[in-house]
């Protein structure tokens, strides 16, 4: 038998997670601040495609999950760099146990699925950091130009 989750939170953890609202604001600043350091140094990469955000939107960015060609050698080969990386949605909608229909075939969600790759993301990810990952990238997937 599976039992629910209870996802409300306890006193220790609403103690501990309240200080984080007072410093939530600049940490989605940050995180901009990041994905746009990662959106004007990604651009001249041979990358497939980097987050796109509607001038309407706008993200947190959570993660930084970009496209590349042969996920698997380029995630093996930034690894050796020291780079890390994950692999956040493996698995496209049309092939999610709960809806699997092996008659339904959904090309680009398929191709999709196997070229994503998040990159290091979080508010304090320093220009330094920042530029070691790029640095990898370039060595490993090479530039446009």
Known sequence: MRLGVNSRLDTLQAAILLPKLDIFEGEILQREKVAAS???KLSALNILATPYIEEYNSSVFAQYTIRVE??????AKLRER???TVVHYPVPLN???AVKNDTVLLAIGDRV???VLSLPMH???ETVDQN????ALE????TTK
Not at 132 to 135: G, V
Not at 139 to 142: D, F, P, Q, R
């Open 95 to 97: 092939k999610q146990p």
């Open 38 to 40: 990662y959106n004007q």
């Open 139 to 142: 060595l490993v997937v090479g």
């Open 123 to 125: 508010p304090y990810l």
């Open 82 to 84: 020291g780079v890390p």
């Open 113 to 115: 699925a196997n070229e």
């Open 70 to 75: 042969d996920r698997n050698a380029v995630q």
């Open 132 to 135: 070691l990952i790029f640095d």
